[in-house]
């Protein structure tokens, strides 16, 4: 099992896994593909998310994998950067790339709600809990059509595959990253209280 993370040892590795992960992870990759294939601003489109559920909303199917794909990328990429250098290196490396990815310097701290860079971080940090994850998504889209709703308990059962599989620190890290993803979907939350969030494939 990993050692807790010790701020007080190594502070400046930590602080430059921080923001080399912040860095990585605010590249907005749904704002640049759109733009490159002259559709504008993502932003003015649909939800106005940066992610790929809204790039889909374009009738860009090969776009909004692009979107997916390279948001999960840049996550991953992260944590496989920063895993030669401890645990705790790894640890505060993805979770500034999720950060950076929901909150970008450049978009005004206007990011994304997360699941695809979260997928590529737990891929990456142990891809049979990344299956189960992505399996999990998989399924409640089936069942219910709802991406967001989906996303929520994706993430929000990712601890407790960590938990299960006793990886604890991971698990620690996927409880907080899954926190801000309820927090980015609040609006999300409320329109499926009232029925009107919309359904995939719907725009």
């Known amino acids: 099992m990993p050692d807790p993370i010790n701020l007080t040892a190594d502070l400046p590795y930590y602080a430059l896994a921080l923001l080399g992960g912040y860095l990585l992870g605010s590249v907005p990759f749904g704002v640049v593909l759109t733009r490159l294939v002259g559709l504008g601003d993502i932003r ?3 939800s106005g998310n940066i992610g790929a559920t809204n790039v889909l909303r374009t009738g860009h199917k090969g776009l909004a994998l692009a979107t997916l794909v390279l948001d999960g990328g840049k996550g991953a ?4 950067l920063a895993r ?3 645990p705790d290196i790894t640890v505060l490396a993805a979770a500034g790339a999720f ?9 005004k701290f206007q990011g994304g709600k997360g699941f695809a ?10 891809w049979p809990v990344g299956l189960m994850t992505a399996g999990t998504w998989l399924v409640i889209a089936a069942l219910f059509r709802y991406s967001s709703l989906a996303a929520l308990v ?4 990712t601890p407790g595959y960590f938990w299960l599989m006793g ?20 609006e999300n939350i409320r329109r499926l209280y009232a029925g009107t969030e919309s359904k995939i494939g719907n725009p």
Request: charged fraction near 5%; glycine fraction near 8%.
């Open 44 to 46: 003015t489109i649909g």
């Open 77 to 80: 990429l992260a944590v496989l």
């Open 84 to 86: 030669h250098y401890g």
């Open 99 to 107: 950060i950076g990815h929901l909150f970008p310097l450049w978009l």
């Open 117 to 126: 860079t979260f997928i590529g971080i737990v891929l990456a940090l142990f």
């Open 154 to 157: 994706a993430a929000i059962l």
């Open 167 to 186: 990886y604890m620190q991971m698990a620690e890290l996927a409880l907080l990253l899954a926190l801000l993803i309820v927090f980015r979907h609040h």
